[in-house]
């Protein structure tokens, strides 16, 4: 069960750096120059030492928060809500000064995103969604989001990951202070979505407001949250385009990272 | 020394299939429950409750969900039958899972009538339920406890507050105007009563001067009601061994072997309860941060609550009935023996003051369960009233 990453590893000293946003204190990886691009990142966690970091940095002056209660970070007041990350990420952006920023949420740090968006896009120019959780479209008794939470852990890898055995960890293998930040980033991650399960209920509603163009980036073979619950997306957002990746899951950005970059790149670069 | 008598009131035809799927609780479904069996099932496990009045035994309620280990899904609804075939019995719940409850002034509602009802009678217990009630829940694992203390705290207010309606605006419930009738007979309110298994519920029970009760394990009442008896102390009060409570399966005959043979089948509560579908078992946030960090490491296996004396783990749901004797899961064979091994064991973790007896499990049939129900009162409960002749209600600094 989610999430199997944890927070900052050795390249800490590195890369991680710690700020104080609105009386609660922000852990984030800033790498690369240029146009601000700000990642949010998927319930699973950031997982900064994978390739896709390296590869977006080489376009981007990338800021990753770990999200309140992952990693080493505190969750907000003790508690908080999608609501508060979501206030908390704009008042980041305000606070770094971001102009013409990208905005890419990856699974549930696309919830993030969105809530972000229909509140205020002032200091991004683009809106990237990567196979994000957030809205219901179907009926009540149907599910939008895979129960992650009611499915073994080699299920739950399956509708994943295209290749499941990218996604296993060795939790054996890993440090004491890695396992904590694991065991905290599974609390966060419920804490924040355990019900309604992954979603906000009114959101979809809301998501003309935002007026950005939007990239919908897909995993072709991601079974958390299919290709057809994307199309809802792109169909409640007014200037959003969706896009398959092949050979990826929920999380293209970790299995196929050069196409995620190039699919980025290519979407802020020909829309700007 | 009070003992509880208990029963899950299980629906044990459904065992073998809930074993064959891996799960007995949360996904086996509804199918493989015959009303018709379930309802003189029902009818049968009261009429044994009752019979504890009889017999100068107290009762214990206990409720759950979504299973086939136990029929019991509302603990009140249960007592208000028993408070009217009852007299004399105390009754415990043990009780309502309150962070798992929408509506804390309903739980007070429902917890002053059932002690009104009974003539104070009621021993209430506000419990955190198994992780696997998380799921017919849909409650958030993630801040359990803070729910858990919020609801603790808004239903003795409610139940003690004589002069309301008052206003409670908290993290989780809300309400303008709380000013419950019937208010509870025993006043303040009914006595209190936690479950636990950590160091850590031992503390906070301690601070309010609650009952807390451990299941099934001795390795963990030790540390646990000595945690509790430090802190009383730091209060400046003396926990008694009313403050204690242990369950554990109780099987006597008027032989070794008739003793240990209703044991065994009452047991086989313990075998079954952990069989539970895996991704239910252990909801982010149940368990303690080290805890899980523990189980990690272990490759995802999950240690039970059932102990051996060296604090390793027993598998429960092969454990033959030396080894849950051993573990202090049972107390079973002729009344010698169980009340030597009740004395020993209590005697280990400092005293207890009350027994939690599961006289009952799954396949022991009525007749021999009013056997042991019965010789147990006769030639057990007397000894152990004895041990503790007077039992001093300690009462809180404040």
């Known amino acids: ?272 | 020394m009070r003992v509880w008598y208990f029963s899950e009131m299980a629906y044990h035809p459904a065992w073998e299939e809930g074993l064959k799927r891996g799960s007995l609780r949360v996904v086996l479904p509804s199918s493989n429950f015959d009303p018709k069996l379930g309802h003189g099932l029902l009818n049968r496990y009261l009429d044994e409750f009752a019979l504890c009045d009889e017999v100068g035994l107290d009762i214990m309620v206990n409720e759950h969900h979504s299973t086939s280990t136990c029929l019991t899904i509302s603990v009140p609804m249960a007592l208000a039958i028993l408070a009217r075939e009852t007299k004399r019995s105390r009754l415990l719940s043990l009780g309502t899972p309150i962070a798992n409850r929408p509506d804390p002034v309903r739980v007070a509602e429902e917890m002053a009538w059932l002690d009104v009802l009974s003539g104070g009678r009621l021993e209430m217990g506000l419990v955190k339920g198994a992780p696997y009630e998380i799921a017919p829940a849909n409650s958030n694992p993630a801040n359990l406890m803070r729910r858990y203390w919020e609801a603790h705290d808004l239903i003795l207010k409610a139940m003690s507050t004589t002069d309301g309606p008052f206003n409670w605006e908290g993290e989780f419930f809300h309400y303008r105007n709380v000013n419950i009738w019937p208010r509870p007979y025993q006043q303040p309110t009914p006595p209190v009563w936690m479950t636990g298994l950590s160091v850590e519920t031992g503390r906070m029970a301690a601070e309010r001067g609650h009952v807390v009760g451990t299941l099934l394990s001795l390795s963990a009442a030790g540390p646990m009601f000595e945690a509790y008896r430090k802190r009383a102390q730091e209060l400046g009060w003396t926990a008694g061994p009313d403050r204690f409570a242990y369950a554990a399966v109780v099987g006597v005959g008027m032989t070794r072997e008739e003793g240990l043979r209703r044991a065994n089948l009452a047991a086989d509560y313990v075998r079954t309860s952990p069989v539970v579908a895996e991704p239910f078992t252990n909801p982010p946030g149940y368990n303690s941060l080290s805890a899980n960090i523990a189980m990690l490491k272990a490759g995802g296996k999950r240690g039970g609550f059932v102990r051996d004396r060296h604090g390793n783990p027993v598998e429960q749901t092969t454990a033959s009935i030396e080894q849950l004797i051993e573990s202090g899961t049972c107390f079973a064979g002729t009344p010698d023996d169980v009340y030597d091994q009740i004395k020993a064991l209590s005697d280990s973790v400092g005293g207890f003051g009350n027994l939690l007896m599961f006289g009952q499990g799954g396949f022991l049939d009525h007749k021999d369960t009013v056997a042991n129900i019965t010789l147990f009162a006769k030639e057990v409960m007397p000894r152990l009233r004895e041990l503790d002749p007077a039992p001093q209600k300690a009462v809180a600094a404040e």
Not at chain 1, 66 to 80: T, V
Not at chain 1, 83 to 104: G, I, R, S, T
Not at chain 1, 200 to 227: C, F, M, Q, S
């Open chain 1, 1 to 272: 069960m989610m999430p199997s990453f944890p927070g900052p590893k050795n390249e800490r000293s590195e890369m991680a750096k710690t700020i104080s946003i609105a009386g609660t204190t922000v852990e984030l990886v800033e790498r690369g120059h240029g146009r601000p691009l700000l990642f949010l990142h998927a319930g699973e966690g950031l997982a900064p030492e994978r390739p896709w970091l390296q590869l977006l940095s080489r376009h981007y002056r990338v800021v990753a928060p770990w999200h309140p209660g992952y990693g080493n970070s505190s969750l907000i007041d003790g508690l908080g809500s999608v609501d508060d990350l979501a206030y908390l990420y704009l008042d980041l952006a305000a606070e770094l000064e971001f102009e013409n920023a990208v905005l890419v949420g990856a699974c549930f740090g696309g919830w993030v995103a969105a809530e972000m968006m229909v509140r205020s896009t002032a200091r991004f120019s683009h809106l990237v969604l990567v196979d994000p959780l957030g809205i219901k479209i179907s009926g009540r008794e149907e599910r939008d989001i895979a129960d992650m939470h009611a499915l073994p852990r080699t299920e739950y890898l399956k509708l994943a990951w295209a290749d499941p055995a990218e996604g296993d960890v060795d939790f054996t293998e890993l440090r004491e202070d890695e396992l904590a930040a694991i065991v905290r980033g599974r609390e966060a991650f419920t804490l924040y979505g355990w019900r309604p399960y992954m979603h906000n209920p009114r959101l979809k509603r809301w998501l003309h407001r935002i007026d950005l163009p939007t990239l919908l980036l897909w995993g072709a073979e991601d079974r958390i949250v299919t290709p057809a619950y994307g199309e809802g997306w792109r169909q409640a957002i007014p200037r959003a385009r969706l896009e398959i990746i092949p050979r990826a899951g929920h999380f293209p950005h970790w299995e196929q990272p050069e196409a995620f970059v190039e699919r980025i790149s290519a979407f802020v670069g020909q829309s700007v």
